[in-house]
């Protein structure tokens, strides 16, 4: 009977840290995705240029920092570590996180618009020219998700985080294609079956999924030497 309260105990915990770090994200966050949604539920895709311009201008003013707290908080979940409250330690890492995530977020962001830009244009014109793009904006993706877990990992220099992300996601290509795909996975079902997982749920999870498998690819590669 111990065991299964404090099992219970347990999971109520986890489930509550990860529904608040999420309610976090979304919150701080909201500018950019209120307009996103807007723009999909309203089908204004006349303005699609103006919104990727306001997502451009806006993502490393808001995306980045609150997505480099969300992976600090789950870095110490992951690690164990002691913690004050989840409102707290997201809170104080955003506040610490947050130049250095302004800087990596506005080269990241001009980075993606590479493979953004291409796609639109591209779209009607050539279909093999767009998966090609739509392959670099998955390589970028995952060197933005690693760039996340080594920020809020190592003490460095932006330049050393991107490089650094650059090489995890090349030394380990399988690591990637699971963050690809687990990712992947949580989106679809967030969107096309449980869509409360978006708001309590899918962005902490596919941040503590991304920085426990970032810690045991740099706790293999730390054996290795």
Do not use: C
């Amino acid at each position: 009977m111990g065991k299964l309260i404090s099992g219970f105990f347990l999971v109520s915990e986890w489930i509550s840290r990860f529904a608040v770090a999420n309610l976090l994200w979304l919150a701080f966050t909201f500018p950019v995705w209120i307009v996103v949604l807007n723009t999909i539920m309203l089908k204004s895709y006349d303005l699609s240029i103006l919104i990727v311009l306001y997502v451009t201008v806006t993502a490393p003013l808001v995306v980045f920092p609150a997505t480099s707290a969300l992976f600090a908080v789950s870095r110490d979940w992951a690690m164990e570590k002691e913690q004050d409250t989840v409102i707290r330690d997201y809170w104080n890492y955003y506040r610490e996180n947050y130049k250095s995530s302004l800087k990596i977020g506005i080269v990241l962001t001009t980075a993606w618009g590479v493979p953004v830009g291409d796609i639109f244009y591209f779209s009607d014109i050539t279909p093999f020219v767009t998966y090609v793009f739509v392959g670099i904006g998955l390589f970028l993706f995952v060197i933005t998700i690693h760039s996340f877990s080594v920020m809020v990992h190592y003490d460095i220099r932006v330049s050393d985080v991107l490089r650094k992300a650059l090489f995890f996601t090349v030394a380990k290509p399988l690591i990637s294609f699971i963050i690809i795909m687990t990712t992947a996975i949580i989106l679809f079902v967030s969107v096309n079956q449980l869509r409360f997982l978006l708001i309590f749920f899918s962005f902490s999870i596919i941040s503590f999924i991304s920085i426990s498998l970032f810690l045991k690819m740099y706790s293999m590669l730390i054996e290795k030497k």
